[in-house]
């Protein structure tokens, strides 16, 4: 389950009604108080179950209508809410008009001690009398509403109430479908609204004023759960051990005693031998020092962060694991603080891979870190003269104005924007870069360029701040483009024209890839090696053709190797679909380090992809 968009008014600056959308990856920019951290604050409360505080409910606004509300998309087939046998939101009729979960929290924004008012579903949802709060009533009251309607329960188990309200719902002449409040927290609703919130995503906030030290808490949690977790392993080696200490220590008091009374049997009665044990995990004390045994709280402000930022991470997947929550949201604030623009770029990779599985939510007011993300994923935060708050979302229409109000300048330090289908293929050529050059080839180094601010990937797709900067001033900076084929020949390339293009510019070169796309430059012994690296071993003998369709592929493969027992001809779309995103995803991670020159030589005889790399090193050359 996905947060698809949030909804808030009477939060802090937040008077009016707001609607912000995310995505995998959502990073809000905007000036210092523009309101970057109520949003963050808003969705804390809502996903952890805590309330506001007094100060929380806006200046001049209703008090007592402080509301935020969630919607949530990606949702599972089937889910268990107000007892053991599953349903779906969709037969519950819980989906808003866009098929999304839509949850409104209401809170007393005008107490001294604000609380959580009422929680309700918004969704298209029968309003006929009879069928219109079916989820609030239980199991008894369900088989009188049964009664008086006069169905009876043949075919049904009139213990699931998830099936006696399909019954009553199926026996009525009109629905009356309309969008209405659904109430969750009233009668039987209660356990329905239990039931459903451990479906919702984990939310581990982390926020700009965090401490750095090791021997914070937060710092010491992961830790600690390490220590407990690894004790837990040899439980039954340290209960003997506990045990055999504590026979033979209270042998020896209890003979103490013997001795003592028979020089003083008054002194003697007195006493008694105690033994107490205080957990294994206290006797450990954990930190993380470097050279020198330095610990963390004796380093630079930098590191300390960076070092408990990654705490946080791993806090956070603690937290979702304990939970049983499948998703996690990472809420991070401003983690440029302290950081070389070295690690910032680190940064952005770091959240960008992360938001491959989980989602992440950034705020920033620093332009280098705005630039670096792809303005489809940016929320800038516009307060007008008014002090009503606008989120303006990155795109054609807007990165003039982010540029401007942010204060992002072209950067004299690019040297090359390359252009791509996607993320995958910028990790591809990261990893291959990496192990040419091991093998002795000169050829640019992508990552440490990348990370030297000397190189900005892009998505054909997309775009980002830097890039719309200098094509604004027409700085003349030298482009790569690389698109795949994705044709068969002899049909005619879907981006030839984009291409031949991209080539009349000066300082600029494009290229088709020569096969479908960067997957098929793998040689199956180094996608072996990758799948055995996580013990999924597969049956490949020869590579794969030029025009195979190999993430696919792939993804069929491991599914058959699987113990599912759906064929994967049967698989839903959507999985499927997740399948092969995978494949893709662990084909251009982690099968391009295994690629060396010979293996490279032997599948891309034709060099198309040393070629990419002799235009890239020219077209800087020459500028």
Same mark, same amino acid.
């Given at each position: ?8 008014? *009477? ?7 707001? $609607?912000?959308? /995310? ?50 998309? %990606? ?36 107490? @001294? ?14 309003? &006929? ?8 009533? @239980? =199991? ?19 213990? #699931? =109430?998830?099936?006696? +309200? ?69 439980? $039954? ?11 033979? #220590? ?14 003083? $049997? ?17 006797? /450990? ?11 963390? *709280? ?29 998703? #996690? ?18 940064? &952005? +990779? ?9 989602? &992440? ?10 630039? $670096? ?5 940016? +929320? ?7 002090? +009503? ?62 990370? %030297? ?29 690389? /698109? ?14 984009? #291409?031949?293009?991209? *080539? ?38 020869? =590579? ?24 994967? %001809?049967?698989?839903?779309? @959507? ?46 050359? @020459?500028?």
């Amino acid at each position: 389950m996905k947060l698809a968009r949030l909804r808030i008014r *009477n939060f802090r600056c937040y008077k009016e009604e707001i $609607s912000i959308d /995310f995505d995998d990856i959502t990073a809000f920019v905007g000036k210092n108080d523009s309101g970057k951290s109520s949003i963050m604050d808003a969705l804390d409360i809502f996903l952890n179950d805590t309330v506001p505080d007094i100060h929380d409910a806006s200046k001049g606004g209703d008090a007592k209508d402080l509301a935020i509300i969630c919607e949530f998309e %990606d949702l599972p087939d089937l889910a268990i809410i107000d007892e053991a046998n599953p349903t779906s939101f969709a037969a519950e009729y819980l989906l808003n008009s866009e098929g999304r979960l839509e949850i409104h929290k209401f809170y007393s924004g005008q107490q @001294k001690n604000p609380k959580c008012t009422g929680i309700f579903a918004y969704a298209l949802h029968p309003a &006929v009398k009879g069928a219109d709060d079916l989820l609030q009533l @239980k =199991n008894p009251d369900l088989k009188k509403r049964a009664k008086e309607l006069g169905i009876d329960f043949t075919g049904i188990d009139s213990k #699931v =109430n998830a099936e006696i +309200r399909e019954r009553i719902r199926e026996r009525m002449d009109d629905l009356l479908i309309s969008p209405i409040f659904i109430p969750l927290n009233e009668d039987n609703a209660r356990k329905a609204w239990e039931g459903l919130k451990t479906y919702l995503p984990a939310f581990a906030l982390f926020k700009s004023d965090r401490q750095s030290t090791d021997q914070d808490s937060e710092a010491q949690d992961p830790l600690k759960a390490a220590v407990k977790e690894a004790l837990k392993e040899k439980e $039954s080696e340290l209960t003997a051990i506990t045990a055999y200490v504590k026979k033979e #220590v209270l042998k020896i008091a209890e003979a103490t005693l013997e001795k003592l009374s028979e020089m003083d $049997s008054s002194l003697a009665i007195q006493l008694r031998p105690e033994f107490t044990m205080r957990g294994w995990d206290s006797l /450990f004390k954990v930190s993380i020092v470097g050279d020198e045994d330095i610990p963390i *709280n004796k380093r630079g402000s930098g590191v300390k962060r960076l070092i408990l930022l990654n705490f946080f991470r791993a806090k956070a997947e603690q937290f979702a694991k304990e939970k049983g929550n499948l998703n #996690v949201i990472y809420a991070i604030e401003e983690p440029e603080t302290s950081q070389h623009p070295n690690n910032q770029r680190m940064l &952005v +990779r770091a959240f960008t891979e992360l938001s491959e599985e989980s989602q &992440v939510i950034l705020s920033t007011h620093t332009p280098m870190l705005a630039r $670096s993300f792809s303005d489809e994923n940016l +929320r800038y935060i516009h307060v007008g003269e008014d002090d +009503r708050r606008e989120i303006m979302k990155g795109g054609k229409e807007t990165n003039s104005i982010f540029a401007k109000t942010l204060g992002i300048l072209p950067d004299n330090t690019v040297k090359l924007f390359i252009g791509v289908e996607g993320k995958h293929d910028i990790t591809f050529l990261r990893n291959i870069s990496k192990v040419l050059i091991a093998d002795g080839l000169n050829i640019l180094d992508l990552e440490k360029m990348e990370l %030297d601010g000397e190189l900005i990937f892009f998505p054909l797709g997309g775009s980002n701040l830097a890039l719309w900067t200098s094509r604004l001033e027409n700085l003349n900076r030298p482009e790569f483009h690389l /698109f795949d084929r994705d044709t068969t020949p002899p049909d005619p390339l879907k981006s030839q024209i984009h #291409v031949e293009e991209i *080539n009349k510019r000066e300082n600029c070169k494009a290229f088709n890839t020569g096969k479908k796309e960067m997957e098929n430059y793998l040689h199956f012994e180094a996608i072996k090696k990758a799948y055995d690296e996580i013990d999924i071993h597969l049956d490949l003998n020869e =590579n794969f053709q030029a025009v195979d369709d190999v993430p696919a592929m792939i993804a069929k493969k491991v599914h058959d190797s699987s113990d599912s027992d759906t064929k994967w %001809d049967a698989l839903e779309k @959507k999985k499927e679909d997740k399948k092969i995103s995978n494949a893709k995803k662990h084909l251009n991670g982690m099968a391009s380090t295994y690629m060396t020159k010979a293996l490279l030589d032997e599948i891309d005889q034709g060099g198309d992809l040393l070629c990419w790399f002799d235009a890239m090193k020219t077209i800087i050359q @020459k500028n």
